[in-house]
């Protein structure tokens, strides 16, 4: 292209200017000897020729390097040239640059390399990319301090691009904000920026509409705890003020002291395809934060210590410790409607792959849980002194969780656990009204909202704690006596189903467990498959009503500890139980009793174990037993919807089974050649009564003494 210099006197700014024209674009050199670029007391400031140019006409503005040590183009006001971005192009030579202090400055359209062209620390807004760069940042690999140059990028929002021209790393010195909505950090090939100083975290996000994607995120050290050491820490100023819209993708987060995604009071997010190892507590933590999805991420090697009491978590969603869940600034809501789907979590030596406290309808689908002592942990959460709030409507579906261990030394694989009932400190006296006041009470303490109370027989839900002795409830109480309090069970909500539990339970405990079950209300696990678990392989303790347990398999059970006894497929302890177990197949795998280094001295030993007192109550169908040498054993006053009695030398037979109900169905079947004969005799069998939870009777239809030696199998429908 030939381009002319021509000079001639404009009466568009009425002086003469040098100006290049190409094609339709004029070049117009603004002096850098004007006070002030923003103002148009001189016709060669900016300001001035922007002014002559106009919205609409093309043009270019050239800053030119004029001086061996650079070119300053000084801003004296804040300027707003965000008019002209569609038709002037900002060229700033290597060597030039603004001055602009704490003034702002919004830019049109600017052509410049990898140079720097603003100093000062006022916001720079701009539609376009901005680089670090231009702000005079240096991937030189820790000569220069980056902290400053890419805060300033990042301050005026937009669009900020990390390329590392050079190859280095940005090094930082401390914590890099992005607190202007719609700001976003990004980078095509994995630019790194590295934090230089010890228990400083690496980028905080405070406003909505935020991202970060392709950028690597090296800490300083990750083998002890540091908490200000979060790689990425998103979050809100208070449970009243959520921030929204974040998203955080194809990240490389490693070696730092805390956390590799740390985020609270945060709505609208989504976590996707980062790699996140070498930190020291947790991968990836939401508190008090809803509806988002952490997908296709890979977590690894976090490894806890003594300061974190081994407490180290792949991925973790929580709340903090208060008593209030409201949303009003002062509470600490739970996390909310989160999927954690396809991820892969690994090397969690001394905790948990993924933790979920006091949360409410979290899912977890689809992810690979591998080397950790402990897999999913679904559990409560604390007012600050107990934990008070179970967790709601979770769903564990799809997942493989394998400890990697084959000497039976994991954990759990899987806890879903609510909160048992106490007896709380002090008494009440109700009134007839909402509002109670407690006589020694610690509510603080001792309850969290939502929580059911009982006084006096009557029971009502907890909706504010105002201190100790003051709360209110959901329904007016009657005007009755001073009396003790009671905190009811509160039950953890949701489902289990077609997960792979492979090689977890202690086996050198007589309550290891792949799978523990507490404080349960209508959870339903279904489909599992439970492989080699130490000791016992679904371990129910108490509290679970409504729980059904269907299909799937249960494949050797083993332990080594000789004072145990056995190694038990379902275990059904403690009280208040209630269990329906069908079509689960209780297998036969193809190992020896050789586990790693340790021998399967108890191997199948049961299918089923049914102890406790009679408010447990089991119904069992259609299970199949295979190699076990006892495929169901009662003890205790616990009772399954099945079981053998001999006939008493009598006309009638009282059967003992909890599980029975006014409109059972029983059915009787012959185990012995008398009972054989009897039933088709004179003397045949019919149940004559039924005590509901208590028992059914059998009496012969002539009324006739039975020989007191027939046996007989029933089950109850």
């Known amino acids: 292209m030939r381009k002319f210099k021509i000079t001639f006197i404009t009466f568009l700014i009425g002086v003469l200017l040098p100006v290049y024209v190409f094609a339709a674009s004029m070049v117009y050199y603004p002096d850098p000897a004007v006070a002030d670029q923003g103002a148009t007391a001189s016709s060669r400031s900016i300001a001035s020729i922007l002014a002559a140019i106009g919205t609409t006409n093309l043009a270019v503005i050239e800053l030119s390097d004029t001086k061996t040590a650079g070119t300053v183009y000084t801003i004296g006001q804040s300027v707003n040239w965000s008019a002209y971005i569609n038709n002037v192009t900002l060229r700033v030579m290597p060597g030039a640059y603004f001055s602009h202090g704490a003034y702002t400055m919004s830019m049109m359209k600017i052509d410049a390399g990898f140079h720097q062209i603003f100093s000062g620390t006022g916001a720079v807004t701009y539609p376009g990319k901005k680089y670090p760069e231009w702000f005079g940042a240096k991937d030189d690999s820790g000569t220069t301090d980056n902290l400053n140059p890419i805060n300033y990028a990042l301050r005026g929002g937009g669009a900020v691009e990390l390329v590392a021209p050079t190859g280095g790393y940005y090094k930082i010195t401390d914590v890099l904000t992005m607190g202007v909505a719609g700001t976003r950090l990004f980078s095509n090939s994995n630019a790194e920026i590295r934090q230089a100083t010890s228990n400083k975290g690496g980028i905080n996000i405070t406003a909505s509409n935020c991202s970060v994607k392709g950028v690597k995120l090296q800490g300083p050290q990750h083998a002890t705890v540091q908490t200000s050491e979060k790689a990425i820490y998103v979050y809100g100023a208070d449970s009243s003020a959520y921030i929204s819209n974040i998203e955080i993708s194809e990240n490389i987060i490693t070696n730092w002291g805390y956390a590799g995604i740390w985020s609270q009071f945060v709505s609208d997010f989504n976590y996707e395809d980062n790699d996140i190892s070498s930190i020291h507590y947790t991968g990836i933590s939401t508190l008090s934060s809803e509806d988002g999805t952490i997908n296709i991420n890979r977590v690894n090697d976090m490894p806890g210590s003594a300061a974190t009491s081994w407490n180290a978590y792949g991925i973790a969603l929580t709340r903090g410790n208060h008593y209030s869940l409201a949303a009003d600034g002062t509470g600490l809501p739970r996390s909310k409607r989160i999927v954690v789907s396809n991820n892969v979590i690994w090397d969690i030596p001394t905790w948990e792959c993924t933790d979920t406290h006091g949360a409410e309808g979290i899912a977890y689908i689809n992810n690979s849980l591998y080397a950790c002592d402990r897999g999913i942990m679904i559990g409560t959460s604390s007012n600050g002194t107990t934990d008070v709030f179970p967790s709601l409507n979770i769903s564990v579906n799809g997942n493989v969780i394998d400890s990697g261990q084959t000497n039976g030394s994991a954990n759990y694989g899987i806890v ?94 007589a309550t290891g467990n792949a799978v523990f079950l507490f404080a349960t209300e209508g959870l339903s696990l279904s489909g599992n498959n439970i492989i080699n678990p130490g000791t016992i392989g679904i371990f129910i303790t108490g509290e679970n009503r409504g729980l059904s347990i269907s299909g799937g398999s249960i494949i050797d059970p083993w332990t080594s500890r000789a004072a145990t006894g056995e190694a038990v497929g379902i275990k059904v302890a403690s009280t208040n139980n209630e269990v329906v177990i069908s079509g689960v197949n209780f297998g036969r795998g193809i190992k020896s009793t050789v586990r790693g280094d340790s021998t399967a001295t108890y191997l199948r030993s049961s299918g089923i174990r049914v102890n406790g007192d009679s408010t447990n109550k089991v119904k069992l169908s259609s299970n199949l037993f295979l190699g076990y040498t006892n495929n169901i054993v009662e003890s205790g006053t616990g009772s399954v919807s099945q079981g053998t009695f001999t006939l008493g030398a009598a006309a009638t037979t009282v059967v003992t089974n909890y599980n029975v109900g006014i409109a059972s169905k029983i059915h009787l079947t012959p185990t012995n050649a008398a009972a054989a004969t009897l039933m088709g005799s004179a003397k045949s069998l019919y149940i004559s009564a039924r005590t509901a939870e208590t028992s059914f009777t059998v009496a012969t239809a002539d009324a006739g003494n039975a020989g007191g030696t027939e046996t007989f199998y029933y089950t109850i429908e």
């Open 416 to 509: 879903f656990s609510g909160l048992a009932s106490a007896t709380l400190t002090g008494t009440a006296d109700p009134t007839a009204s909402t509002a109670l006041v407690g006589s020694g009470t610690t509510f603080t303490t001792e309850l969290g909202e939502e929580n059911v109370i009982t006084i006096n027989g009557e029971t009502r839900t907890v909706v504010t704690i105002t201190d100790n002795t003051h709360l209110t409830v959901d329904l007016a109480f009657t005007d009755t006596a001073a009396a003790s309090i009671t905190r009811e069970t509160a039950a953890s909500t949701g489902s289990v189903a077609g997960n792979s539990i492979i090689n977890y339970g202690d086996e050198d405990s």
